[in-house]
């Protein structure tokens, strides 16, 4: 069943590894795709083209985009690629992001800039212009990618986890800005195996953090599968499918019973203020 049919998709980061699944996919769909990534393999070739010669042999419909998105002309180019290619933008997928881990301490002024260039205003260069044309165009879905690094945090990836619970703040704007319009938004922490990983698995490692799997739970959010579902965290692996979100505590409050809002009046109180679940932290992923 081809559930993107007359659908026009723009993935960033597409080149490798989830995006390249998230490609393939959608276009196996019926989607047509814009592949941005401004990669080179090493014989200078960009891997946003290898991708989308690869869909189009295959009787799909894809176009390259090799742009910078740090950039507000690079991520506002990938719209108008879309739009020179097939006259739509329906489907969005912020999925590019790079890495620069070092601890606290060591992590140099370039290694936030970089990060947060491409991982947070990389979303928001190329998000702003296509969720302007789904105002104007009937709606349309985004996918922004997160982490379970900026979620619960992981050591030695500050810049990273900044980036990535900034993604998670935005799309949390975005599901209440774009309500009105059609605009269905969706978090996603994902968990799949790449080029720097592969290596240190075994097989069975390798066949669970398979990209695939998590291309899966992105076609789910992107087409009518959802139905109208939007504001959503989902956190996929091959071994996990499940919403990520923010709870409280009951607390207490400065009415009856619970007036006692004084620092001794919360120690006195803590039980209802702190939650006795643990916090979850990045191994619990790995389940």
Sequence with gaps: MALLEHKVAIITGAGRGLGEAYAKLLAEHGAAVIVNDLGKDETGQFLAEQVAQAIVSKGGKA?????????????????????????????????????????????TESDWDSVLGVNLKGMFTVTQPVFAWMKENGGGVIVNTS???????????????????????????????????GIRVWTLAPAATSALTAPLMNDEQKQLLDPAHVAEAVLYMVSELSGDKTGHCLFASGQSIRELKLVSAEGIRGRGENRDLTAEGIAAASDAIFLDAPTMVINDFAK
């Design 63 to 107: 176009a390259a985009n090799t742009a910078d998105i740090a950039t507000m002309a690079g991520g506002a180019s990938l719209l108008q690629t879309a739009l020179d290619n097939f006259g739509s933008a329906d489907i969005l997928i912020n999925n590019a992001g790079i890495l620069r881990d070092k601890s606290f301490l060591k992590l």
């Design 147 to 181: 982490s379970t690094s900026g979620l619960v945090g992981n050591f030695g990836q500050l810049n990273y986890a900044a980036a990535k619970a900034g993604v998670f703040g935005m799309s949390n704007v975005l599901t209440i800005e774009g309500a009105k319009a």
